[in-house]
């Protein structure tokens, strides 16, 4: 997969490659894309947010964009192409002003 697969706010059921070469089914929330990469929470296993490189994804199964309502909000900052520069998993609560969060 590329960069041109995906895009910001979208929630994705993919394949993915896992760190320990295991193919596994996974379901993200699509913060920011980079070149290589993309920042994305992982909506079914604790909500971490994860730094995810394009070519670890092998499959799209499912894609549905947010409406502009419902989409979780995460300052700038956060997502920064820097601050992920040495790490690829964050714990970081995301609020959506339509859930009254």
């Known amino acids: 997969m590329d960069k041109s697969s995906f895009k910001e706010n979208t929630r ?3 394949t993915l490659r896992a760190a320990d ?3 596994r089914p996974a379901n993200i929330y699509v913060y920011k894309m980079f070149d290589t990469t993309m920042i994305a929470r992982m909506t079914d296993s ?6 995810i490189a394009y070519t670890d994804v092998l499959k799209i199964v499912k ?6 309502e419902n989409q979780f909000f995460i300052p700038a900052a956060v ?3 820097k601050a992920w520069k040495d790490r690829t998993v964050m714990e970081r609560y995301s609020s959506s002003p339509h859930m009254g969060k």
């Open 79 to 81: 997502l920064d192409e």
């Open 21 to 23: 070469g295991k193919m």
């Open 63 to 68: 894609e549905k964009s947010v409406d502009k």
């Open 46 to 51: 604790g909500g971490l947010l994860h730094k």
């Open 12 to 14: 994705y059921t993919i």
